[in-house]
């Protein structure tokens, strides 16, 4: 997951030091897709966190079924067709993690030969871990896109200045 934040940040950083450099004349345009793309993808991943926390702790309704099961996003970096910028692209997947069963006979969805319910396999703590750092990662992400329209919009100032 930190690779992802490394290269998103990073290839926006390139993009723009390209620009300020003449050797890409979209680098700006670039550097804006790659961060739209990885706002899209933190927004995505928000989410995810927060389903797994609202589903954290839910059991079987029936014997034998099966409660909420977390999930798990996946990252996976491709380049825009249009001008080839960095962009990220997500895809939810059910977790592997087993369900933990609990001790209650008396459950509607207890097995009727052990007693035994299946609890949802979020670990909240984990998730609750893991939104904070997203939202960190998101207004990071933020804060670069705003830096990145600012160099851009200082930028057509001083090409005004030198053409008047």
Do not use: C
């Amino acid at each position: 997951m930190i690779f992802f934040w490394i290269v998103t940040l990073g290839g926006s950083m390139l993009a723009a030091s390209g620009y300020a450099n003449n050797k890409s004349s979209h680098a700006f345009s670039q550097a804006k897709t790659t961060l739209a793309s990885s706002l899209s993808a933190a927004r995505e991943a928000m989410k995810i966190s927060a389903e797994n926390i609202s589903i954290a702790g839910t059991e079987a309704s029936t014997p034998g079924g099966n409660p909420g099961s977390s999930q798990v996003v996946l990252y996976k970096p491709r380049q825009h067709k249009r001008n080839k910028a960095l962009v990220m692209q997500t895809r939810n997947i059910q977790s592997k993690q087993p369900f933990e069963e609990v001790y209650n006979p008396h459950h509607p969805g207890a097995d009727p030969t052990t007693g035994r319910v299946k609890v949802s396999n979020t670990n909240l703590p984990l998730e609750v871990a893991s939104m904070q750092e997203k939202k960190i990662q998101y207004e990071a992400l933020v804060k670069m896109y705003e830096n990145i329209r600012s160099m851009e919009n200082m930028t057509i100032d001083m090409l005004k200045g030198t053409n008047s």
